[in-house]
């Protein structure tokens, strides 16, 4: 069992051109009012038993806002939108985690595809 903070600030696709805007809906979390539980077009999970609490806070890494996961539990699985890509085409995935006041903790950002 984990207990933790953990604190998502970023994370994106981006066609890998690296012209193109983030695919990720609110990506940066700035379109989402500080308070809220995490943006209205995403997910989450949480596992059976898991007590984990999403926020919308203050202390962004390129922004203002950060996602803010507190807790305990087996895991929780936060989802944004599915999004449309084209094939043969690159893409870039990336994000930044800062994990604060955790006996053990661990993030992984997925782009799953089917």
């Not at 890998?16 to 539980?37: C, I, N, Q, R």
Request: hydrophobic share 40%; charged share 20%.
């Amino acid at each position: 069992m984990y207990s933790s903070l953990l604190i998502v600030l970023l994370c994106t696709v981006i066609a890998a051109a690296g012209t193109a805007p983030s695919l990720v809906f609110d990506h940066s979390f700035e379109d989402t009012k500080l308070g809220e539980t995490f943006p209205a077009t995403w997910t989450i999970y949480k596992a059976d038993g898991s007590e984990y609490v999403t926020e919308i806070a203050a202390g962004g890494k390129d922004g203002k806002q950060a996602l803010a996961v507190s807790g305990q539990g087996q895991h929780i699985a936060l989802n944004s939108r599915r999004v449309t890509i084209t094939t043969n085409t690159r893409y870039l995935l990336y994000g930044y985690v800062r994990i604060d006041e955790a006996t053990e903790g661990r993030a992984t950002l997925q782009f799953s595809y089917w």
